[in-house]
């Protein structure tokens, strides 16, 4: 959807110029990026794809006409996986910054969806790259790369840095590594500004529902609330660096602005197990869980009441697993200045559950 071509206009000229082109727009990186930079005072471009029903509740209350800056937000109908029409958006805006947010960025999908995965994860980055070069911008663009923690999978040091080697342990991984390396030899061959953003995991209210996290607050909402009775997940032992994807969007903006491109990780440098976010979630909502049994036959009953409101099942184990993840954000914080920890984890789990317990008694409500 291209909203109208008042971006056309010859009142922006490249003088002071700051237009930024994202993909994955609509997701949760994305609607959280766009708010950052029309706060800025940059014009915004998105592309998203088309569907037959409504896919971009995140950018509701940014396309609603009030929203500060509105009128420097457009949408554009794409994909990353088509390199003509890139072409053809990147000639026409010519941004001065590109993030790359687009992705099939569930790990236990891209088991079942591998090709596919490959073609986004990994030939979509040299697509939008080729775009820019295509198009002449190479001197005038800057591009990031949503990077992201699983290339470390098999972890070869705690905690992780920009120097740790990589073991991808997923189809996800492998193709995220094609991506690293892509923007690391455009970055040297062609001498553009590229950079990887090495994520670690980062939540947020807008996170997908599939995704562990908010899996847990959608679970501990409804059963708050009466409308489920039990929350399945599979390896609780698993440990990850959480962070808010409003925080972490700072600092991929920040990347940008720097003289020279480098990657860095973009983490917390905090570690927390699945179990643990599961059992501040429900007791943030008023239901304590303490955990009986091991492996499989792990479960999790209320304590008040006895009943077993969480247990393990085989369907969500990974066929390899990652056991943990924990960055290293010293660079960052250092040559960047960013603060990782602006929301802590317990602010996360608290910010998470009131929201899915909020959209649960109003589905009209987006965040």
Request: include cysteine; aromatic fraction near 10%.
């Amino acid at each position: 959807m291209v909203v109208h071509d008042d971006w056309k206009s010859p009142k922006h000229t490249k003088t002071n110029r700051k237009v930024a082109f994202i993909t994955g727009v609509t997701g949760q990186d994305g609607s959280y990026l766009v708010e950052l930079l029309l706060e800025k005072g940059y014009i915004v471009h998105g592309i998203k794809r088309r569907s037959s029903s409504y896919n971009h509740p995140r950018l509701e209350h940014i396309l609603h006409p009030d929203y500060p800056n509105r009128d420097k937000f457009f949408l554009h109908y794409g994909d990353i996986s088509d390199l003509h029409v890139l072409v053809g958006i990147v000639r026409d805006i010519k941004p001065t910054e590109v993030y790359n947010l687009a992705a099939q960025s569930h790990v236990q999908v891209s088991f079942q969806m591998p090709l596919f995965t490959a073609d986004v994860d990994g030939i979509g980055v040299l697509n939008i790259m080729e775009a820019i070069r295509l198009t002449d911008q190479t001197k005038t663009c800057k591009f990031y790369q949503a990077s992201t923690s699983e290339l470390y999978g098999k972890v070869q040091e705690i905690p992780q840095s920009e120097t740790t080697p990589f073991y991808p342990r997923s189809p996800y991984a492998v193709s995220k590594l094609m991506g690293f390396w892509a923007v690391v030899n455009y970055r040297e061959s062609y001498d553009m500004f590229t950079c990887n953003g090495i994520l670690f995991n980062h939540e947020s209210p807008r996170r997908g529902e599939t995704f562990v996290t908010r899996k847990i607050t959608m679970a501990v909402a409804n059963i708050k609330l009466g409308h489920q009775k039990c929350l399945y997940l599979g390896n609780l032992d698993a440990q990850r660096d959480w962070g808010h994807a409003r925080d972490y969007v700072e600092c991929m903006w920040k990347m940008l602005q720097q003289d020279e491109p480098e990657d860095y990780v973009i983490a917390t440098g905090e570690m927390t197990t699945v179990r643990e976010f599961a059992a501040r979630a429900f007791k943030y909502a008023g239901m304590e869980l303490e955990f009986k049994g091991e492996g499989k036959d792990e479960h999790g009953i209320e304590k008040e009441t006895g009943k077993t409101l969480l247990r393990i099942h085989p369907r969500y184990f990974r066929p390899a697993e990652v056991e943990q993840l924990l960055g290293n954000p010293t660079k960052a914080l250092e040559k960047l200045n960013w603060n990782p920890r602006q929301t802590s984890l317990q602010m996360l789990i608290e910010e998470m559950v009131d929201a899915d317990i909020a959209r649960i008694e109003n589905p009209n409500i987006h965040y």
